[in-house]
């Protein structure tokens, strides 16, 4: 089974920076995008960032400027880097890959990992 593991979340300071990370393990043949969606309460979940295999990324207007996606594939990780928090940007944030499982291209599966709350307050 694949799954996706969110870490880094924690309450910070607005202005203050975190770095998400989430792994990917299992069965898994091959990881196409990968990104990071956040969920406020009272909201829907919305797209934050997302990076193709090759580097190609894709932000909310909201963080652009701020927040850095990156991805090592060697480790089937992405990550997160969110400087200049704001207390909007409090959110549980998802990880998210759509990525083919087991040993060939027979099964493409969109992972959710658990989620991670950021807390933004001073």
């Known amino acids: 089974q694949v799954q996706l593991v969110e870490s880094g979340g924690g309450l910070v300071q607005p202005g203050g920076s975190l770095r998400l990370s989430c792994a990917a393990s299992g069965s898994i043949f091959y990881i196409n995008t990968m990104g990071w969606y956040r969920q406020a309460p009272g909201k829907q979940r919305e797209l934050v960032a997302d990076?193709?295999?090759?580097?190609?990324?894709k932000y909310a207007d909201s963080v652009k400027g701020r927040f850095t996606i990156s991805r090592d594939n060697a480790k089937n990780t992405v990550y997160l880097q969110m400087n200049s928090l704001k207390p909007e940007d409090t959110a549980v944030y998802y990880c998210n890959a759509d990525l083919y499982q087991g040993n060939w291209y027979s099964s493409y599966l969109e992972v959710w990992g658990q989620g991670t709350l950021v807390t933004v307050s001073s």
């Open positions: 990076i193709t295999p090759n580097g190609i990324t």
